[in-house]
């Protein structure tokens, strides 16, 4: 019989100096490509915050170094951001119709989003597959062609006489928002629901549930990641909206923060005002910022739904 000796300096070795010694040794292509990897991700988080950086130094400068080039603004003012709210540009009264615009698309689409989603998870019927298809292929159209028809239709153009006067409306960017916001919260949500056991619900209706109260107390409560994440990303489509409200809000009280960003005159009305649309475009982003870094785990949770059986 074979046995095993080990030596005195073997037996004083400590347990952190024994797991040292059993970890496998990384080959050097090994070393190489997980120094790739975090260079690759190096580039990818400098390449996202050097644009958001340069916004915040060229919001911070002076309104006349517009065209400056220097990493710092020297001196450090805040007059920009003074002009963003200053003159013509009736900005505070844009962001307000953008909150009312982005927080009715993001409802609605979560209203009509959960049930389609949460009937193509659970019912079974012939061509389901079909119908997941065709919601998304809905989202596939180039906005730019959508945007004569429903100029004709919200304007009550022939042969649309029927249909009422929406120019300088809400509904008219929202019913569009809804277009291309339903397809992303049908397909996100269908394969969150998907993950879900049915026999919850079946229990839930033992207990003397009906599908709805089984659906609002046991299922929906469990979805809230899924249903949090699309809810973010709806409202940030809605909230970055340009072209189908510059063409159909032209009322300047109407238009959206995106459109009167586009339309700044600068704080004299005679500059080119490099400087307010960069301190602008700072209080449009800061805000969705800090709302994704504070729920990014309920997002991460919601984007990954349905990727592990």
């Excluded at 209203?111 to 809905?138: E, S």
């Excluded at 046991?218 to 072209?243: C, D, H, K, R, S």
């Amino acid at each position: 019989m074979a046995t095993t000796t080990t030596t005195p300096a073997e037996s004083h070795l400590t347990r952190e100096e024994v797991a040292r010694l059993a970890k496998p040794k990384k080959s050097p292509r090994a070393r190489i490509g997980m120094i790739a990897s975090y260079v690759g991700m190096g580039l990818i988080v400098l390449y996202c915050i050097i644009p958001f950086y340069w916004m915040i130094v060229s919001s911070l400068r002076q309104p006349t170094e517009g065209r400056s080039t220097e990493f710092l603004p020297n001196p450090p003012s805040i007059e920009n951001f003074q002009g963003v709210f200053s003159g013509t540009n009736n900005f505070g009264r844009s962001l307000i119709n953008s909150l009312i615009i982005s927080g009715t698309t993001t409802v609605l689409t979560l209203l009509f989003g959960i049930v389609a989603a949460y009937a193509l998870a659970r019912l079974q019927f012939r061509g389901k597959a079909f119908v997941l298809w065709l919601i998304m292929a809905c989202s596939m159209f180039p906005l730019i062609i959508l945007i004569p028809p429903l100029l004709k239709m919200f304007s009550s153009s022939p042969p649309f006489e029927w249909f009422p006067y929406w120019i300088n409306t809400y509904q008219a960017v929202i019913v569009p928002g809804l277009s291309f916001g339903l397809p992303l919260a049908v397909w996100n949500l269908t394969a969150f629901f998907k993950q879900l056991p049915v026999e919850l619900e079946q229990a839930a209706m033992v207990d003397g549930c009906t599908p709805g109260v089984a659906f609002r107390k046991v299922i929906l409560p469990l979805a809230a990641p899924g249903v949090f994440t699309t809810a973010i990303i709806v409202f940030i489509g809605a909230w970055n909206e340009y072209l189908v409200a510059l063409t159909f809000l032209q009322a300047p009280e109407r238009q959206t923060a995106t459109v009167a960003i586009s339309k700044f005159t600068g704080t004299t009305g005679f500059d080119t005002p490099y400087g307010t649309i960069m301190a602008a475009g700072v209080i449009v982003t800061v805000p969705l910022l800090i709302a994704v870094l504070i729920f990014q785990r309920r997002i991460v949770a919601g984007l990954t739904a349905g990727g592990v059986k």
